[in-house]
């Protein structure tokens, strides 16, 4: 029984011949395409990471969207669990 989620490849087929010549330019296009597109995302995001750095000026920067994603509540948790870790190893180095 198969998944309903599954996708039957037609190479599973016992009377499949093979893809086309056509089928075969067009997969390899697509592709192509796919690949030429993520390259100038990655190349807009490493320019812009280049021009305004990592803290970035804007909605758009690294961080804006990091904090934009977390809400107060859980900022406050991380604040309080990373101050507690550091308030630990202050004391920890103190008595040394």
Same mark, same amino acid.
């Given at each position: 029984?198969?998944?309903?989620? %599954? !996708? %039957?490849?037609?190479?599973?087929?016992? @009377?499949?011949? $093979?893809? %086309?010549?056509? @089928? =075969?330019?067009?997969? &390899? *296009?697509? %592709? *192509?395409?796919?690949? @030429?597109?993520? /390259? @100038?995302?990655?190349? *807009?995001?490493? #320019? #812009?990471v !280049?021009?305004? $750095?990592i803290?970035? *000026?804007?909605? $758009?920067?690294?961080?804006?969207?990091? =904090?934009? +994603?977390? $809400?107060?509540?859980?900022? +406050?948790? =991380?604040?309080?669990?990373?101050? /507690? /870790?550091?308030? !630990?190893?202050? !004391?920890?180095?103190? &008595?040394?």
């Amino acid at each position: 029984m198969d998944k309903p989620n %599954t !996708k %039957t490849l037609p190479h599973n087929n016992t @009377e499949w011949n $093979g893809y %086309t010549i056509d @089928e =075969l330019r067009y997969m &390899r *296009a697509y %592709t *192509a395409a796919r690949m @030429e597109i993520s /390259r @100038e995302r990655l190349v *807009a995001k490493v #320019s #812009s990471v !280049k021009k305004d $750095g990592i803290m970035g *000026a804007g909605k $758009g920067s690294v961080v804006g969207r990091l =904090l934009g +994603a977390v $809400g107060y509540v859980d900022m +406050a948790i =991380l604040g309080w669990k990373i101050s /507690r /870790r550091v308030l !630990k190893t202050m !004391k920890i180095l103190r &008595r040394k």
